[in-house]
């Protein structure tokens, strides 16, 4: 749940009170967010109206042929957001407890995130509600084509721009690119993102997300005087976290703590992290692989070191353990891994949180360098790719440091200021 306050105890009150009205409905936490980056930036009422209602809803039923032979249906979701920056980006996600009000906010939250690295690109979100276990290799992709087909009016290279989230693979886009190609008569690969490289995907899209976060972080060592070498924890050991760690590894920084699902490994002299790496496919780590202390995830986040990064899962530093964070800067790799309350007490203790919608960005800038690559019929190297995604990636953590001080607010809120003045700028483009 993402819900976002700032300096002013005035604003925090408000917030508060209107937090114990409503349901953890994560749609009206995107709305609270809204409230309170218009106050602290004092945004125009209209523009603020405009961002608090998604451009386009479209509900749909997906009939699929089951391989019993029987036919059933699946509800879906596109919402489109807003576009006043580019064509609509965000991924479809598979999953049992998809609803609207949760693709509307994570289409909002889309429109931030592209904001912020100012990619010309705006923010949608699809969602399929299924339980992907459930469902054969077959079923799964007559799914995948029949969601193509009940979107073909809305989507398009210069319309709206899908991609993969939980649950959904470079496979399925391959899938949902032949399907709209076949409609269409015409190849088209920029309809969709995170393609495999062979069917137009970009290099570098891998370890995008980190990479991406990479950049931020060596920013941020410079702006709060961290030693090179500096120690680092990271939750998670996934697609986020394992590229991260690769990557901070063969960059000089100590990793001395990684976890996943089961539990976290320790050295406080550094963890052999290329064998690590190689040898825990699939965000699952080999405990065997390396010496390590075994601790657990809660012990994992309440370690003494310069970085804490997490990778993992949301709604991970909370009120109950947010004083007893032992890291000088936290990195959010993973979406939503930090609590309001949790912000407010580790701005109140001066530990700078990078927010999600900045640090892990470089998933959807490397998927607005694949769309760029297809629609220019380029292909750029993983060299290339790298230099243009630091580029961004440092360029906005300092505008977004940059706002942050201008208002005296968090880095959070920064990122959201920096979001909503260019959205506001475009608005006033495209509504003149
Ligand atoms: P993943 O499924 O590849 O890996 C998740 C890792 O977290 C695994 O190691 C898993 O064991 C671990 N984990 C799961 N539950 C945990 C728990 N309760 N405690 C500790 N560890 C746990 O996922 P990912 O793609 O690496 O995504 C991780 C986070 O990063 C998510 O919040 C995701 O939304 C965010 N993110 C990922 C990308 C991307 O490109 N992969 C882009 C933007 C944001």
Redesign the pocket.
Known sequence: MRFYYGPSLQIVNKINCKRKKMAQNPFENALSQLDHVSEVMNLEEDIKEILSKPQRMVSMTIPVKMDSGEIKLFDGFRVQYNNYRGPYKGGIRYHHHVDLDEVKALAFWMALKCAVVDIPMGGGKGGVIVDVKELSKGELERLTRGYAKMAFDIVGPVIDVPAPDVNTTPEIMEWFSDEYNKILGKETPAVITGKPIEKGGSEGRDK??AQGGFYVLEEAVKEYNLEPGASMVI???????AHMARISDAAGYKVIAV????GALYNPEGLDIETLFEKSPG???DRNAVKAEEIS?AELLELECDILIP????N?ITEANADKIGAKVVLE?????TTPEADKVLFGKNIPVIP?ILA?AG?VTVSYFEWKQNMENEKWSLAEVDEKLSKIMKGSFVEVLERAKKYGVDLRTGADVLAIERIREAAKEVLK
């Open positions: 995008a997300t939750q998670g050991f996934g697609n986020a976290g976890s996943d699902a089961e965000g699952v780590i995830n990778a993992a899962i949301e991970q790799l993973a979406n939503g891994p999600d892990n998933g």
